[in-house]
């Protein structure tokens, strides 16, 4: 039997197999399937240990090698059914070995996007229990070869960057693993991070210097199809499109204003209909004739190449107003002063505006489309000075109305641009996200390449706001992909910023890397002097977070030497400052004295300059090189002195803007994070509870309060002051007990508060540990019970056990989870024989006062003569342009009418539920019930929404600004009963960014929610017991508890899964 020939060689295979020891059975498994896979390499991407086989596709976009094994036919299919078999019957214990077979067998197999998923997740649960540094390293390299196929062949380009981390942590463990060479240099093609592609292939070409090697041979071929020149077409060359213009050489010009047409439409627009313009003012017909051919010549191109008409019906204005002198005179002076707006617009003059105004007035006058275009500009200088009201007023004038400009594809798509970044500012970003879409496809008819590359960016950005990280991805990807074919330098710098930043926020360093070299070598193509020292800014951070000083203080240099050339006086002194404040924390860990000079260099400039949130930002970075350099009292004056400037802000007298909320947000967790952790540096347990209290007490307050959207309507409410311990103790019933967490950078401190005394319990936990806790528990979901259970005791044991002694069997547990625990359920926590469900009533709070503030309120409308009417509302007709990543929720009709029953209650449904309808309706409510989707946010947790029908006077998201602004005073109860979290962010229904916290902030003292999507049929159950036990006088943690045993406890398998119960909380006060 010849060996080379594959069906023979699988034939052997599989008898040799038959043949094995039981023990083998899954070493032996593994070559057999490497050994099909090098019969018929069905994919790029190296599996580890996979011998050679052919591959066709060597470059970015090229379909896979071959078909999955699993459409083999013959000889071979059958030999791979007797394989399938073998894997099938390999034992269910979860051993690493095994769990790697049946992700090959899956990954081999693969015809759909769920079969890669399903390798995928193998992979990840082969690699939580694989001991060995070299049986991890193979795993995490096929772990990258499975997100590579899933990124190329199914097209989910988020899978990219997995891949690449993937390889690099197999290189970490295993330098000379060959396979995670390959793969690497594999994904940082796929990737367009063309920099650092040259030198992976080089590095995976040395690891294998036999010339005879196949995969040498591979690779050399891989880098040379890498290294040749792409195709491309003519240089923009303004000279020689004029020429062929002139000559009306159409052969010549077609080229150029194809592959230009931006550049072509922008030429016409502005410089050939300025240039008629001013040629006519002076008398010079043979220059206005000219000009006017040009125009005429470039506009008809334009027209006939499927892009925007607005040149050739600009230049027809013209002509029909040759009879009238007036009117010409009118279109010249209009075109002239429209040429001029917009260089001024360009380089940010404020003086743009009247200039634009005037252009609009003059060239409307004359009948010219050319006016709906200057007015387009002077919507856009609004936007510049942040007067994003008055540009969207401006966009919405009659004859901007973008159902108007059928025949201008790019002036639409520019409406649509400016619309969607004015309303994402305004805090709207699920209608920028429409608008960006329709600015994409306006864009795509126009043929206007680097507006459709800059669409896909500004896609990705509101749909990260959003939490949709995926769905970015792919807009991300695609835009680098037009932005290289139409070489612009500005979208390539602008999309690989924003990854880089985000790859920050998500802690992954070494991407971020990759990320801003590309983006320093895009800024140096821009015509944008400022943005390669900024770039070299963020790179120095990222090497110095990597540990690289000496990189960090060569990227510092360079920007400095381009800071230096810069002739703007303002801005060079900025700059400086700004360049100070990044030395000072590149130097901060190496030397804290050095960095603290530096820092408050910078923070002299940014007081005298108003700069705030760079002030806020630069004294939390000082206070952490004091912390280092010993002193730690400044560093405490410096944390306490930016809590105080945040608090003067919200109470000063020029609001926050929209777009300023999120940093403004993320600032002020860290310096209540950094002042805890001063704390207890210090040794002053009683300081850092105090300093909790106020964070968790005030934070979200004064961001309401500081905030342009929601200020006029809650700036007369007295703020909640955080109640002192000794205070919040007498204040707690006999049988509860209080649980403060406060997650820091290496350690877990909880407090445990009751009447009769505190305790405090310090935990070795680190944040990453953690995530990769809650991140097995989230996909044990979808596990059984036992899976489900060994998940849940992890975190048991590292939340729940170290300190559950301190308090009695039967006593109730306010648990006040830091952020980072807000998305635990602690219900479904498992001790190993009990769930923490059966043997406590829970509750959770945003704090200590907050919790004895709710419970006042609640004993006050109980005692008093509040309305016992219910309100339901849901199954709501949503708008699926602004929530069309929503699933439909099928039985909340019968979910509805259920709850109805029960509580007698008013029901809004369909078209009637409305924001503005709950908003009336709800107060008056004893107990209101939301049976609808809660998307957080927890970037700007006054964006977290809840999805319903829309009204008059909006498209049906009512945001948590619009709750907080509504005092809910008669209502006792609001239940959420369809949540949906967003995306990947972990946010739990007590997390600042819920909408828990917005009705309790509203005046609702107790709220129900869910961390989870819940299947209809459980939820509907579990609320018709809970309501049940709540009419019976129950409080509302003990009715919830009663309701999720009841779930617990069923013979029904399958609603007796935490997946069903454990999502729900009540949120505020118990009784």
Request: aromatic share 6%; charged share 25%; glycine share 6%.
């Amino acid at each position: 039997m010849n060996p080379r020939n594959p069906r023979a060689w699988l034939a052997l295979a599989v008898l040799a197999l038959a043949c094995r020891p039981p023990g083998d059975e899954a070493g032996g498994l593994h070559r057999q399937l490497l050994a099909a896979a090098s019969a018929e390499r069905p994919f790029p991407p190296r599996l580890t240990g996979m011998p050679h086989a052919p591959c066709s596709s060597l470059g970015r976009g090229e379909p896979p090698c071959a078909a999955p094994l699993r459409a083999a036919g013959g000889e071979h299919g059958r030999a791979l059914v007797a394989l399938e078999r073998r894997v099938a019957a390999l034992a269910e214990a979860p051993a690493a070995e095994i769990l790697h077979m049946k992700a090959l067998w899956r990954l081999l197999t693969a015809r759909r996007d769920d079969d890669v998923g399903a390798a995928i997740a193998l992979l990840e649960r082969a690699l939580e229990t694989a001991p060995e540094p070299a049986q991890r390293a193979a795993l995490h390299n096929d772990l990258a070869a499975a997100r590579l196929v899933r990124a190329e062949i199914f097209d989910r380009p988020a899978d990219l960057e997995r891949a690449l981390l993937a390889a690099e942590r197999a290189l970490e463990l295993a330098p000379d693993l060959d396979e995670a060479r390959f793969n690497r240099a594999l994904a940082l093609e796929r990737l367009y991070l063309d920099a650092a592609v040259p030198a992976a292939w080089h590095s995976a070409l040395d690891a294998d210097p036999d010339p005879a090697s196949p995969w040498r041979q591979e690779m050399a071929a891989r880098l040379e199809r890498f290294a040749q020149p792409a195709a491309e077409g003519p240089s923009w060359d303004e000279g020689a499109l004029l020429r062929a213009l002139d000559a009306a050489d159409l052969d010549a010009a077609r080229p150029l204003a194809d592959r230009f047409r931006r550049r072509a439409r922008e030429l016409g627009e502005g410089d050939l209909l300025a240039a008629w313009g001013e040629a006519h003012l002076a008398g010079d017909a043979a220059a206005a004739a000219t000009a006017l051919h040009r125009a005429r010549t470039l506009g008809n191109l334009l027209a006939d190449l499927g892009g925007d008409r607005l040149l050739a019906d600009a230049v027809t204005a013209i002509e029909r107003a040759r009879p009238d002198p007036a009117a010409a005179d009118r279109l010249a002076m209009g075109h002239a002063a429209y040429r001029e707006g917009f260089e001024l617009y360009q380089s940010g003059e404020e003086k743009a505006l009247p200039r634009l105004e005037k252009a609009a007035r003059l060239l409307a006058s004359g009948g010219s489309i050319s006016s709906a275009r200057a007015r387009f500009y002077a919507a856009g200088a609004h936007y510049k000075a942040e007067r994003y009201s008055v540009a969207l007023d401006v966009l919405a004038a009659s004859e901007l109305l973008p159902d108007h400009l059928a025949a201008y594809p790019a002036l639409r798509g520019h409406l649509y641009w400016l619309r969607g970044l004015c309303t994402l500012i305004l805090g709207r970003p699920r209608e920028a996200l429409v608008d960006y879409r329709l600015a994409l496809a306006s864009f795509e008819l126009a043929g206007e390449r680097s507006n459709v590359a800059s669409s896909h960016g500004l896609l990705a950005d509101a749909l990260e706001r959003l939490g949709r990280h995926d769905e970015a991805w792919h807009h991300h990807h695609r835009g680098l992909e037009i932005a290289g074919q139409a070489g612009d330098a500005r979208s390539h710098y602008l999309i690989y910023s924003a990854l880089s930043d985000s790859a920050l926020r998500r802690d992954q360093p070494r991407s971020a890397e990759y990320y801003q070299l590309e983006a320093v070598a895009a800024a140096a193509r821009t015509s944008i002097p400022i943005w390669v020292p900024e770039s070299l800014y963020f790179l120095a951070l990222i090497h110095s977070k990597l540990g690289d000083l000496e990189a960090a203080r060569d990227d510092l240099e360079r920007a400095k030497q381009r800071i230096e050339q810069h002739r703007d006086e303002q801005e060079r002194r900025r700059a400086m400052a700004d360049l100070a404040r990044i030395e000072g924390v590149v130097l901060s860990r190496a030397r804290p004295e050095q960095a603290i000079d530096r820092l408050s260099e910078a923070l002299r400039f940014y007081d005298r300059h108003g700069h705030h949130l760079l002030r806020l930002l630069t004294l939390r970075q000082r206070a952490m090189a004091c912390r280092r350099a010993g002193e730690i009292e400044q560093a405490a004056r410096d944390l306490d002195a930016g809590i105080r400037a945040f608090a003067d802000l919200a109470r000063g007298k020029q609001p926050l803007g929209e777009g300023e909320r999120p940093a403004f947000w993320r600032e002020l967790h860290r310096l209540y994070d950094e002042r805890v952790a001063v704390a207890l540096e210090k040794g002053a347990a009683a300081e850092a509870l105090a300093v909790v209290e106020e964070a968790r007490t005030r934070a979200l307050p004064l961001l309401v309060q500081a905030s342009s959207s929601a200020r006029v309507q809650v700036e007369q409410r007295t703020p909640l002051e955080p109640l002192p311990t000794d205070v919040i103790r007498a204040r707690l019933p006999a049988n509860a007990a209080v649980v403060v967490y406060a997650l820091l950078a290496k350690s877990l401190h909880v407090w445990i508060l009751r009447r009769d005394g505190v305790d405090e319990v310090a935990i070795e936990l680190e944040p990453p540990i953690l995530r990769r806790s809650l991140r097995r528990l989230a996909q044990a979901r979808a596990g059984d019970e036992a899976r489900w259970q060994q998940a849940a005791q992890a975190l048991y044991d590292r939340l729940v056990r170290p300190w559950i002694d301190r308090v009695g069997d039967r006593e109730r547990l306010v648990l006040v989870p830091d952020e980072a625990l807000a998305g635990i359920p602690f219900a479904a926590l498992f001790d190993g024989r009990r769930y923490l469900i059966e043997d406590h009533e829970l509750a959770i709070a945003p704090s200590a006062t907050l919790f004895a503030d709710a419970t006042r309120r609640l004993l006050q409308r109980t005692a008093g003569s509040a309305p016992q009417r219910a309100l339901v509302v849901g199954a709501p007709d949503l708008d699926r342009q602004l929530f069309d990543d929503l699933a439909s929720l099928p039985a909340s009709e019968d979910e509805l009418t259920t709850i109805a029953g029960v509580l007698d209650a008013t029901v809004l449904r369909g078209a009637a539920a409305t924001p503005e309808a709950l908003l009336e309706l709800g107060p008056r409510s004893a107990v209101v019930h939301v049976a609808s989707h809660a998307v957080l946010e927890p970037r700007d947790p006054l964006l977290s929404l809840l999805a319903l029908a829309p009204g008059a006077t909006g498209r049906g998201a009512l945001y948590a600004r619009q709750i907080y602004a509504v005092p809910f005073t008669a209502t006792r109860l609001v239940t959420l009963a369809a949540c949906r979290s967003a995306g990947e962010s972990g946010e739990g229904i007590e997390g600042p960014a819920s909408l828990a916290r917005a009705f309790l902030a509203a005046g609702v003292p107790a709220v129900v929610a869910s961390l989870w999507d819940v299947d209809d049929h459980a939820t509907a159950r579990l609320f018709t017991t809970f309501y049940a036990h709540l009419r019976r006088g129950e409080g509302a943690a003990a009715a919830l508890r009663a309701a999720q045993l009841a779930l617990l406890r069923s013979s029904d398998d399958e609603l007796s899964h935490p997946r069903h119960w454990g999502a729900f909380m009540i949120v505020g006060a118990a009784d």
